[in-house]
């Protein structure tokens, strides 16, 4: 008998010809990750996550930066926002980054503003979305649902033909529009430009 401790066994058990009792297969090792192996929470991966959001990173790619799963992420705001901690001051150090990076990318635009007038407008069009975003001036003139009082629809409808004929149609139009813009030349006018410019011919 060997000193080692009893291995598990699975399946059923068969009889050795020295007479010793052996499975017929060794017991399997669990697959996958172990239960309660997820990430922990920690200010390290809070400020990392909240740093990368400040620097304009979108959140899902901000949190695989951080090695957490959309789902991981998902169950850490919902924690926050039911007043758990330390994902409570998690979300709002979230919300503390985004807000820092509109106040950063607007003055950024304010800046621009002064060199070119387009940075103006495209504040005005965020700040004020009701009067001169690019909807609002379209529901001014068409009304709600493009039916306003000024509402209007039309339908263009092109017939080409066959791909011969509409090929011929263009080949003679291209030629009555160079012929309109060559002067025509008489045989007297033909015979002075020949005589003033020698002819190549041999």
């Known amino acids: 008998m060997s000193n080692e401790p009893p291995r598990k066994l699975i399946g ?25 192996s997820g990430l922990k929470f920690t200010p390290d991966l809070q400020e990392k996550f909240c740093r990368a959001v400040a620097g304009a990173m979108p959140l899902t790619s901000a949190a695989r930066l951080c090695g957490i799963s959309l789902d991981t ?29 509109q106040e950063y990318l607007l003055l950024t635009i304010k800046g621009a503003s002064l060199i070119d007038w387009r ?9 004020f979305p009701k009067l001169y975003s690019d909807h609002a001036q379209r529901l001014e003139v068409l009304g709600p649902e493009d ?11 092109i017939n080409l033909g066959s791909d011969a004929d509409w090929r011929k149609r263009w080949d003679e139009e ?8 060559i002067p025509a030349v ?17």
């Open 12 to 36: 059923p058990l068969v009889v050795v010809d020295d007479g010793t009792v052996a499975p017929t297969e060794p017991a399997r090792k669990k697959v996958g990750r172990p239960k309660g």
């Open 119 to 127: 940075a103006a407008v495209q504040i005005l069009k965020m700040r």
């Open 186 to 202: 008489n045989a007297e006018d033909a015979k002075a430009i020949e005589l003033e410019t020698p002819s190549t011919k041999v």
């Open 73 to 101: 992420f998902e169950k850490f705001i919902a924690k926050g926002r039911q007043g758990i901690e330390p994902y409570t001051a998690f979300v709002e150090a979230l919300e503390k980054a985004e807000v820092e990076l």
């Open 174 to 181: 291209v030629s009555q529009r160079r012929r309109e813009a």
């Open 147 to 157: 039916n306003g009082a000024f509402g209007f629809a039309f339908q263009i409808s």
